[in-house]
Nanobody, 128 residues
Framework: QVHLEESGGGTVQAGGSLRLSCAASGFFLDYYAIGWFRQAPGKEREGVSCISASDGSTNYADSVKGRFTISKDNAKNTVYLQMNSLKPEDTAVYYC?????????????????????WGQGTRVTVSS
């Protein structure tokens, strides 16, 4: 079965850190650019970060630049999102997905093709 599975969410105080994991099953991460997304209560889903399959280049939403770092371990077929200096506005359910149309992330403003292999998400709560 082809899918992604997120883990690592939890509750932290503002200023704290979490590391999210996105493990791929049924396909290799080298096939697609992988993105992290989040959806806060009452808000639309937004793209947070992307990592390219082609060269490992990365891109971030302005709201997380300098605080979040995306990386991947091909041997473990897993993408990570290190989140530092967390703020209450980072509270959301975080998802990962594959951009089925690209191996390289869109640079500049984050953009996406057809997204697939969504996981069920992992909840992050940042208390003030």
């Amino acid at each position: 079965q082809v899918h992604l599975e997120e883990s690592g969410g939890g509750t932290v105080q503002a200023g704290g850190s979490l590391r999210l994991s996105c493990a791929a099953s049924g396909f290799f991460l080298d096939y697609y650019a992988i993105g992290w997304f989040r959806q806060a209560p009452g808000k639309e889903r937004e793209g947070v970060s992307c990592i390219s399959a082609s060269d490992g280049s990365t891109n971030y939403a302005d709201s997380v630049k300098g605080r979040f770092t995306i990386s991947k371990d091909n041997a473990k077929n897993t993408v990570y999102l290190q989140m530092n200096s967390l703020k209450p506005e980072d509270t959301a359910v975080y998802y990962c997905a594959a951009d089925l149309e690209r191996r390289a992330c869109v640079m500049g403003e984050l953009g996406w093709g057809t997204l697939g292999y969504w996981g069920q998400g992992t909840r992050v709560t940042v208390s003030s």
